[in-house]
């Protein structure tokens, strides 16, 4: 019987369970609701007549770190006796504290290992009473969206209940829990800077008449943007390490500075989205531009003709308004800022 628990588990967390693209935002500490329901194998020793029940219950609770959460929890299960009076049942009730320690920061599903501690309620012909119950666990977690995710966990409890059958150990119960969880409250952003004051109006002063046959400057070009490498491509989580799937576009890059030599000046510019601080946004893009010049210059590429500068959240590509739009301003473009003749 334990055998085939542990196997059930581990499937549906296996199938559950998906990889997911970093993303640059702080954790969600924002209070959450949950409801969840699920099955219950109850101890042999409560001489119940299934195999298997079911249990439902609720929550609240938040995260207190990136990887910390602690709820609280209320939740039920009914269990039908097999033996001496026929079609009678207990009632187990429990409340308790329900800790559970995320894994792989940053990712929409997250395994996490779990414990808790509480209060179980017992309810019978044979005894009712109270006493304390404790649990310990595995489970993932996977985000939907900004309001909404899902728990598959699989839960090991132990009641403390000696005295419905006059034992000195209590019962051990394994429950396969489903639940989702509904966040309360919009997620807090990094905070946006103070925006600069308005310069002093300059006095208005007449224009020199133009020479009657001075010629218009022309305007200069802009900047040519010939490669764009996304920041989650390129490079890990909050990092400046290039990732191993990013060698490809790298090497193409390589490969056109490489034939077209006349691009004699090549800024590597490092860009983030506004999340997070001002300054630790500038460090990230200008470490993010070194580690594309590195690379280049390790593969033939002159020095020479290579700058690198850093913009921080300066020049979003597009505007700050969704995620979607802030995973296309976290990038680094090699630009075009001046070209040899020949």
């Known amino acids: 019987m334990k055998l085939d628990r542990l ?20 954790y969600d500490n924002r209070w959450y609701f949950g409801a969840a329901g699920g099955l219950v194998w109850p101890d042999g020793d409560r001489l119940t007549d299934d195999d298997v029940d079911l249990h439902y219950g609720v929550s609240i609770g938040r995260f207190f770190s990136p990887s910390m959460s602690v709820d609280l929890r209320f939740d039920r299960y009914q269990l ?30 997250r395994p996490y290992i779990m414990a808790g501690l509480g209060i179980q309620d017992h309810k019978s012909i044979y005894d009712k009473g109270r006493d304390v119950y404790g649990s310990v666990g595995l489970g993932v977690l996977h985000t939907y969206s900004d309001r909404v995710s899902m728990r598959l966990e699989g839960e090991y409890r132990h009641d403390n209940d000696r005295d419905t059958f006059n034992t000195g150990a209590g019962f051990d119960d394994f429950m396969l829990t489903l639940g989702f969880n509904f966040a309360i409250g919009e997620r807090a952003r990094a905070p946006q800077p103070e925006p600069m004051p308005e310069p002093a109006p300059q006095p208005v002063r007449r224009p020199t008449p133009e020479p009657i046959q001075a010629r218009q400057a022309e305007p200069e070009p802009e900047p040519e943007v010939v490669f764009e490498f996304s920041a989650a491509v390129t490079f890990d989580l909050n990092s400046a390490r290039l990732q191993p799937s990013a060698i490809a576009e790298l090497n193409d890059a390589v490969e056109v500075l490489s034939m077209h030599t006349q691009l004699s000046h090549i800024e590597i510019a490092g860009h983030t989205c506004d999340l997070g601080a001002a300054g630790y946004n500038q460090t990230l893009s200008e470490q993010r531009a070194q580690a594309v010049r590195d690379y280049l210059v390790e593969h033939g590429i002159a020095a020479d003709r290579l700058s690198v500068r850093g913009y921080g959240e300066d020049r979003p590509k597009v505007p700050n308004t969704s995620d979607s739009n802030r995973q296309q301003n976290r990038r680094v473009e090699l630009v075009v800022m001046g070209k040899s003749e020949g």
């Open 80 to 109: 039908d006796y097999d033996e001496a009076t026929p079609g009678t049942s207990s009632r187990q009730q429990s409340i308790g504290l329900v800790g559970r320690y995320h894994f792989r920061e940053g990712q929409d599903t």
């Open 7 to 26: 196997l059930a588990v581990s499937l549906a967390l296996g199938l559950v369970s998906t990889s997911a693209l970093a993303q640059d935002d702080p």
